[in-house]
């Protein structure tokens, strides 16, 4: 390793994240891929995948507070991902900084997708163990800012209230009620079941589900398709 590669990832750190670190060691075994001598970052890789998916989950809980599970996991899917990683890992000019080994290096694996998008998580990892979580995911949501930012919530993926809901507006209609029609159940395993009623269309729906929420969002598919049938 160069004598001046400490002070060289000192100043990268400064410069493309706005970080001083504190265990310099860490983010060298970050950029430190398994081809070349000594420790490697494949096990902050794993400890970065898990913060990232972290940091953008909350951020996507807190931003699209009436998306489904499945929705949440589609949106983070399209900011996380070796693609879009990659991408901002060439945009940190990250690649000129990594420990390759000899075959890597003859072969242009600093700009190689899968090495740029691992040795990114590695980078996560190690600003996890060296900050904390708290700023760990500000920097990380600074980076990730232009992908979170231009998320949307398109029709195919907002849940069945929120489309039912708009649908009714578009239509200069009143909102759909709600009601509970039973709750059946252990406190621990209940089974609510919910009725949707668009009373200007002359609709009904019922459903059930393990949550108020779930059956909701049943009743309101149910609904949707009725619409959609008599379109």
């Not at 070796?82 to 420990?99: K, R, Y």
């Not at 621990?188 to 729906?205: K, N």
Request: aromatic share 6%; proline share 4%; glycine share 10%.
């Amino acid at each position: 390793m160069p004598q001046d590669r400490p002070e060289r990832l000192r100043r990268w750190l400064r410069n493309a994240l706005g970080y001083e670190a504190l265990d310099l060691a860490l983010f060298e075994t970050a950029l430190t891929h398994r081809s070349a001598d000594g420790p490697n970052n494949e096990r902050l890789e794993f400890l970065g995948d898990a913060v990232l998916g972290m940091v953008c989950a909350q951020y996507l809980y807190e931003r699209f507070g009436e998306a489904d599970e499945g929705s949440l996991s589609r949106l983070r899917a399209s900011v996380v991902n070796g693609e879009s990683l990659a991408q901002l890992a060439a945009a940190l000019v990250l690649g000129e900084q990594l420990s390759l080994g000899p075959g890597e290096l003859k072969t242009g694996g600093f700009r190689r997708e899968s090495i740029l998008a691992d040795a990114l998580e590695a980078l996560c990892g190690a600003l996890y163990l060296d900050a904390g979580f708290a700023q760990a995911r500000a920097l990380i949501e600074r980076l990730l800012a232009p992908a979170l930012q231009s998320l949307s919530l398109p029709g195919d993926l907002k849940d069945p209230k929120t489309r039912l809901q708009e649908l009714l507006q578009g239509r200069g209609l009143p909102l759909p009620r709600y009601s509970v029609a039973s709750i059946e159940g252990e406190l621990h395993a209940q089974v609510f079941r919910v009725t949707c009623e668009v009373e200007p269309l002359g609709l009904s729906a019922g459903a059930t589900g393990s949550s108020r929420r779930r059956a909701e969002q049943m009743a309101a598919a149910r609904i949707l398709e009725q619409i959609q049938a008599e379109s």
